[in-house]
């Protein structure tokens, strides 16, 4: 069956500053007064499974509060119909303390998302990576483990000092200890490129990883490995990502994929629903515009 994922992020709040994330970029207080409430959400989730969306994403970003908001949302959207719920976070203020048990019940995948904003080195990112994981299997929950690996500049410099041989010991390891579940590693890239030092400093560095550092898979092997689906879209490797998503912002504007910097108004529930039908356009057509250079 075709994956359709239906994408929100429900709020602009987040302790985080990540370059180039329209979340925390540029927003000012008009648009935080114009997000929307739960009454909205739980429509577009109505909507969105009478369209044939089955799997359901979310961003839980570090912010008081938001571990109870998120859990209410994921539970309305098993109540709408969502046959999957996923939940993309980080560690601080989540994981830690046990603070995301509450959620866990609720949910079928979690990604947690990794890199030098996240943790001071890769000792202490793997570390954390590994207390969560376990905290997961502890629960005795089906919970598919994602981690997402943003390739910053300074990740691309741990990678050259090779210490990320345990990336691939956290997937054998899950494949022999755990066998019932399910643990991936999701490669991202920034968007647009131009946000690195310069797009050839990108791919100077990205061929590098893929010819020095095989192990690390950071184009995908199909399995346990997921390659940036916008860069391999570019690189002719798989369709656009927006083909199977539908994103709404915390305003009610509409994307094919969250990095994606065409927006369209669905702020009445009407309009939402109809272009869940039609499909948003400007995607399909060319290389995912997403990743382009600016």
Not at 175 to 183: M, T
Not at 238 to 253: H, I, K, W
């Given at each position: 069956?075709?994956?359709?994922?239906?994408?929100?992020?429900?709020?602009?709040?987040?302790?985080?500053?990540?370059?180039?994330?329209?979340?925390t970029t540029g927003v000012t207080r008009e648009m935080r007064k114009l997000t929307k409430d739960d009454y909205y959400w739980g429509r577009a989730m109505e909507e969105a499974v009478k369209a044939g969306y089955r799997e359901f994403a979310i961003t839980l970003n570090p912010?008081?509060?938001?571990?109870?908001?998120?859990?209410?949302?994921?539970?309305?959207?098993?109540?709408?119909g969502f046959e999957v719920v996923n939940v993309t976070t980080v560690w601080k203020d989540v994981f830690e303390n046990y603070a995301i048990e509450p959620l866990l019940p609720h949910i079928d995948i979690v990604s947690m998302s990794v890199d030098e904003t996240r943790c001071r080195d890769?000792?202490?990112?793997?570390?954390?990576?590994?207390?969560?994981?376990?905290?997961i299997n502890q629960e005795h929950l089906d919970i598919h483990f994602n981690i997402n690996l943003l390739w910053t500049p300074t990740v691309f410099q741990w990678a050259e000092e090779g210490q990320f041989d345990q990336v691939f010991?956290?997937?054998?390891?899950?494949?022999?200890?755990?066998?019932?579940?399910?643990?991936?590693?999701?490669?991202?890239?920034?968007k647009p490129l131009s946000i690195y030092e310069s797009v050839e400093w990108f791919w100077e560095k990205y061929q590098w990883i893929m010819e020095n550092k095989p192990h690390l898979k950071i184009c995908g092997d199909g399995d346990c490995f997921i390659g940036d689906v916008a860069l391999n879209n570019m690189l002719g490797m798989?369709?656009?990502?927006?083909?199977?998503?539908?994103?709404?912002?915390?305003?009610?504007?509409a994307r094919k994929c969250p990095e994606n910097p065409i927006a369209y108004d669905v702020t009445d529930i009407d309009r939402l629903k109809g272009m869940l039908y039609s499909g948003i356009p400007n995607c399909g057509e060319s290389k995912c515009n997403c990743i382009a250079p600016a």
């Open positions: 069956m075709e994956r359709k994922i239906f994408s929100i992020a429900p709020s602009f709040n987040c302790s985080l500053s990540c370059p180039g994330c329209y979340l912010f008081p509060g938001a571990i109870e908001h998120t859990t209410k949302l994921a539970i309305m959207a098993k109540k709408a890769p000792e202490e990112l793997w570390s954390q990576v590994d207390d969560a994981w376990g905290l010991d956290l997937i054998n390891r899950s494949k022999r200890v755990y066998l019932d579940k399910r643990v991936s590693i999701q490669h991202l890239i920034y798989n369709a656009c990502p927006g083909e199977n998503m539908f994103d709404v912002d915390p305003m009610g504007f």
